[in-house]
């Protein structure tokens, strides 16, 4: 089991910047994609992006060219950098590890965008 650890989170006025980060520890070197998800009350949770461990990305339509996705193998760490901030971004957003015989998820960290 790998554990996940998000920051970054909070409160931003729209247009603005926030960037997550997410340290994994455990089994590091098992972990292929690490990513991320967002979710608010009533939807399901949807990919925002994720990242290969080669460090391929896959972004969400509504997310591309504002949000950048990178991951550090050395420090098991995924970062997510938003930029140009929406209102709709507003989700609490969870960090996940997938990998043989993994699937963990982080706690959630609240990103909330006013308008």
């Known amino acids: 089991q790998v554990q996940l650890v998000e920051s970054g989170g909070g409160w931003v006025q729209a247009g603005g910047s926030l960037r997550l980060s997410c340290a994994a520890s455990?089994?590091?070197?098992?972990?292929?994609?690490m990513g991320w998800y967002r979710q608010v009350p009533g939807k399901q949770r949807e990919l925002v992006a994720r990242?290969?461990?080669?460090?391929?990305?896959t972004y969400a339509d509504s997310v591309k060219g504002r949000f950048t996705i990178s991951r550090d193998n050395a420090k098991n760490t995924v970062y997510l950098q938003m930029n140009s901030l929406k209102f709709e971004d507003t989700a609490v957003y969870y960090c996940?590890?997938?990998?043989?015989?993994?699937?963990?998820w982080g706690q959630g960290t609240q990103v909330t965008v006013s308008s």
């Open positions: 990242i290969t461990r080669g460090g391929s990305p």
């Open positions: 996940n590890a997938v990998g043989s015989g993994i699937n963990d």
């Open positions: 455990g089994i590091g070197f098992s972990i292929n994609y």
